[in-house]
Antibody
Framework: EVQLVESGGGLVQPGGSLRLSCAPSGFSFSNHWMGWVRQAPGKGLEWVANIKKDGNERNYVDSVKGRFTISRDNAKKSLFLQMNTLRAEDTAVYYCARASATYVSFYDYWGQGALVTVSS | DIQMTQSPSSLSAAVGDRVTITCRAS??????LAWFQQKPGKAPKSLIYGASSLQSGVPSKFSGSGSGTDFTLTISSLQPEDFATYYCQQYKSYPITFGQGTRLEI
């Protein structure tokens, strides 16, 4: 069974940093692109970033470029999202998502989400 | 960026009804279109990819169609568990974008 478990969420002050982790299981992690999608309270879904199977290609939405970094450790089977210079508008539930084997940006499985709250 | 516009934003229906949700892309995306279902407090669940291909394990009451800029999600014989919010998503080009969602209510 495919599972994705996020951790690392919490309350952080504006300008602060936080690192999210995602622990996958039930599939060959190194064979899939991975991504992060967020959802602000009461709002819709917003794609944040994705990363290639070998980690050599990364893409970001403009609003997080230069502040967020997606990375992965295939040996330790982990996905990360380093978030720096956080803003109030980054407050959201952050979902880790697995891309399908066929389409690098179609997310077939999602984690349960990690809540990040940016507030003083 | 490709803008995805869903209509309607909310929809009321009854158990047993058939409903259709529309998604329009601001430019052609071929068939790089997915649909997701989300229930309150839960993660999105994938339903459809490639505009019309059913994700594994998803019942055939869900169907998708369209290509280019106009797409539809049809749900037949609505059951209580189908009442949720539905999102379309384009994955033709970056940034990947979602529609604003359609809330399906009883």
């Amino acid at each position: 069974e495919v599972q994705l478990v996020e951790s690392g969420g919490g309350l952080v002050q504006p300008g602060g940093s936080l690192r999210l982790s995602c622990a996958p299981s039930g599939f060959s992690f190194s064979n899939h692109w991975m991504g992060w999608v967020r959802q602000a309270p009461g709002k819709g879904l917003e794609w944040v970033a994705n990363i290639k199977k070998d980690g050599n290609e990364r893409n970001y939405v403009d609003s997080v470029k230069g502040r967020f970094t997606i990375s992965r450790d295939n040996a330790k089977k982990s996905l990360f999202l380093q978030m720096n210079t956080l803003r109030a508008e980054d407050t959201a539930v952050y979902y880790c998502a697995r891309a399908s084997a066929t389409y690098v940006s179609f997310y077939d499985y999602w984690g349960q989400g990690a809540l990040v709250t940016v507030s003083s | 960026d490709i803008q995805m516009t869903q209509s309607p934003s909310s929809l009321s229906a009854a158990v047993g009804d058939r409903v259709t949700i529309t998604c329009r892309a601001s430019q052609g995306i071929n068939n790089y279109l997915a649909w997701f279902q989300q229930k309150p407090g839960k993660a999105p669940k994938s339903l459809i990819y490639g505009a019309s291909s059913l994700q594994s394990g998803v019942p055939s009451k869900f169907s998708g169609s369209g290509s280019g800029t106009d797409f539809t999600l049809t749900i037949s014989s609505l059951q209580p568990e189908d009442f949720a919010t539905y999102y379309c998503q384009q994955y033709k080009s970056y940034p990947i974008t979602f529609g604003q969602g359609t809330r399906l209510e009883i």
